[in-house]
């Protein structure tokens, strides 16, 4: 009991007082957010490819969410539209056959 008086006691009570935010302001914040997502999958997306040199779309939506986990959980779609602009990048190609098996281009 004495302990956590004792820790009450060196404790400092902090108070966070929230500005409104301007709504042109919240937008111009989530639209940068969403700017460092993109980059973010497309970094995980490559790193993982690059590691595994051959993987299924499903393969790589689950790496992908397992890789940035920690930072925020992505949408499938945008995961689905990373994974297209990468490959119109030439940083992926999909197979002939399969169109499901994409590869990692050096």
């Known amino acids: 009991m004495l302990h956590f008086l004792l820790v009450l006691w060196y404790c400092k009570r902090v108070i966070v007082v929230f500005a409104p935010s301007q709504p042109e302001e919240s937008q111009r914040t989530q639209s940068a957010v969403e700017g460092d997502r993109k980059h973010y999958l497309d970094a995980a997306i490559v790193r993982v490819m690059k590691a595994r040199k051959q993987l299924t779309y499903e393969q790589i939506k689950f790496e992908t969410i397992e890789a940035v ?29 399969d169109r499901n098996l994409f590869f990692y281009v050096a």
């Open 69 to 97: 986990r920690r930072h925020f959980v992505p949408d499938v779609t945008s995961i689905k539209q990373r994974i297209d602009s990468l490959v119109e990048q030439e940083y992926l190609r999909r197979d002939e056959e």
